[in-house]
């Protein structure tokens, strides 16, 4: 499941009120119904402020794109000082008066009132044009280190999907603010594609290691799934070779089970692979940079014996000077 998003309106369709108003949300395309406050959506947000609060600690948290702020009532009900924001008006109106103080109405592209120990954004950004989004998670970065982040990488079809990426690509878009995936975390129980970017500053060869040391375990893992699933198929063709069906029909809960497993550790696998591969690349610029850089700098202190010695004194010499 995910939640309905904030977004600005596209042009030439409307104001976020008409986008996002009272229609949207009681024909909710990603839900398969009404999103409303019922039982399923409160115990699915519920689980996933338990995994948060499991996971994380937080101690102040930020959902951005909160739409009838579910996620920020179960936090709030935990003991963490939770907060809301999102575009449409509406959905703000429909939050519980327990945090209706705690939510508001504004664009993810105005920038942020203070500092959030997490930021989550759970399918949101999908929904704003390319240029927005760049301005969003740049605003997402500047007030916190942490942001949980899901963004579905299909749904085409959805008529508000103005933006949709694959995991790479939004790798590759907070990893220009310094944020960098942290791939030790499950984050199933929000999306299977659910990630948790952390700002780190590390040379880029940590961070080239952790990428594939990622990408390692997870093909380890892929395969792992792959043989499961191998050996539920020979038991069901030695079942149905000999004519039982009592154990059928857990068996292939098994495999339907085994097959969603692969899909899901599959689509994870290329967007690791993805960006283990810019990381890579970005490695092999900075190096070649630094060639280029260095072998500059010979070229000028060939030329003029001494420039680099007469520059540094020069630099020590302005640092010294009173303001």
């Given amino acids: 499941m995910s939640e309905p998003a904030t977004s ?10 008409t986008e996002y108003g009272a229609a949207y949300y009681a024909n909710y395309w990603g839900g398969g119904g009404a999103y409303e406050r019922n039982d399923r959506w409160l115990d699915f947000f519920g689980a996933v402020a338990d995994g948060i609060i499991r996971d ?28 809301g924001v999102d575009i449409s008006e509406y959905a703000i109106s429909q939050v519980h008066e327990s945090v209706a103080d705690r939510c508001n109405a504004a664009s993810l592209t105005e920038p942020l ?3 959030y120990d997490l930021i989550t954004c759970i399918e949101v950004l999908e929904h704003l044009p390319p240029a927005e989004t760049e301005l969003a998670i740049a605003n997402l970065c500047g007030v916190t280190d942490r942001v949980l982040f899901s963004s579905t990488p299909g749904d085409y079809g959805e008529p508000t999907h103005l933006n949709v990426q694959p995991p790479e690509g939004w790798s590759a878009m907070f990893a220009k603010h310094g944020f960098m995936r942290d791939l030790d975390r499950d984050l199933s129980y929000v999306s299977p594609w659910a990630a948790l970017y952390v700002r780190r500053e ?7 290691r952790r990428y594939d040391h990622g990408w390692s375990r997870l093909r380890q893992e892929v395969a792992e799934v792959r043989g499961s ?10 079942l149905e070779a000999g004519g039982g069906v009592e154990n059928r029909p857990e068996l292939l809960a098994e495999m ?3 097959n969603e497993e692969i899909l899901r550790l599959r689509d994870q696998l290329i967007g690791k692979d993805a960006e283990l591969g810019a990381a890579k690349g970005r490695a092999a610029e900075l190096e070649d940079r630094s060639l280029r850089v260095v072998g500059a700098k010979a070229k000028i ?14 630099l020590r010499l302005l640092r010294g000077r009173p303001s």
Wanted: proline share 9%; glycine share 10%.
């Fill in 256 to 258: 339907d089970r085994l």
């Fill in 229 to 238: 699933l191998l050996n539920s198929q020979d038991k069901l063709a030695e």
């Fill in 202 to 208: 590390e040379p880029l060869t940590e961070t080239v």
């Fill in 56 to 83: 994380f600690h937080p101690t102040s948290t930020l959902d951005a794109g909160c739409a009838m702020g579910f996620l920020v009532e179960a936090l709030h009900k935990r003991g963490v000082d939770a907060s």
């Fill in 113 to 115: 009132p203070r500092r």
């Fill in 301 to 314: 202190e060939a030329r003029i014996p001494g420039l680099g010695r007469l520059l540094g004194a020069l």
């Fill in 8 to 17: 600005t309106s596209p042009p030439g369709q409307g104001t976020p009120e």
